[in-house]
């Protein structure tokens, strides 16, 4: 937020300063376009940091319930075998567990898919943004040419309008 009203504070203070456009007038289109791109791009930047570290904590959390699962998979193994020995007196209990280990690795593989679609979602967002960022600095570069050539012409046409006023005043 922080950062919205500094920018929003610069944006104030180019439009009261202003720059003198093509027209002659006081314009701030550019600067304020050039400060709203900045903006998006700190903007997007800051989602993409989000997304970073969602995508993080996400792995984090799988693999440490892939780690859970790993050591309630030896230890549940472990009991096994020691059941066997013994007269399976908690056999229920032990195919209890099994069950709720096969939920958890079912879960786990979900969240795995979950991971890599939204991973892939990201990269499409990204490749999109960046196309969108190149089309539009090529849009803006085109822009100044024009107004470039636009002032020049303008500027020669000015200084043939002032030969002919000085050509008629030195005729009277």
């Known amino acids: 937020m922080c950062l919205i009203f500094r920018k929003r504070g610069k944006m104030q203070k180019m439009k009261n300063l202003g720059s003198i456009g093509s027209s002659g007038r006081f314009s701030t289109e550019e600067g304020e376009d050039e400060d709203i791109s900045k903006l998006a791009i700190s903007t997007f930047q800051?989602?993409?940091e989000e997304?970073?570290?969602r995508k993080m904590e996400v792995k984090e959390r799988v693999e440490l319930?892939?780690?859970?699962a790993e050591e309630e998979t030896?230890?549940?193994a472990y009991?096994?075998?020691e059941l066997e020995v013994l007269e399976d007196p908690m056999k229920k209990e032990v195919a209890m567990i099994r069950k709720k280990i096969d939920l958890a690795n079912k879960d786990l593989k979900q969240l795995g898919q979950n991971y890599q679609k939204k991973e892939k979602e990201y990269k499409e967002t990204?490749?999109?943004?960046n196309e969108k960022n190149k089309e539009k600095a090529n849009l803006v570069a085109t822009l100044t040419e024009l107004l470039t050539e636009s002032e020049k012409m303008r500027l020669k046409k000015l200084e043939e309008l002032c030969k002919t006023i000085e050509s008629v005043s030195l005729k009277q």
């Not at 319930?65 to 859970?68: D, H, K, S, T």
């Not at 990204?126 to 943004?129: I, T, Y």
């Open 79 to 81: 009991i096994w075998e």
């Open 51 to 53: 997304i970073e570290r």
């Open 46 to 48: 800051a989602k993409e």
């Open 74 to 76: 030896r230890r549940l």
């Open 126 to 129: 990204l490749e999109a943004f």
């Open 65 to 68: 319930q892939l780690g859970r």
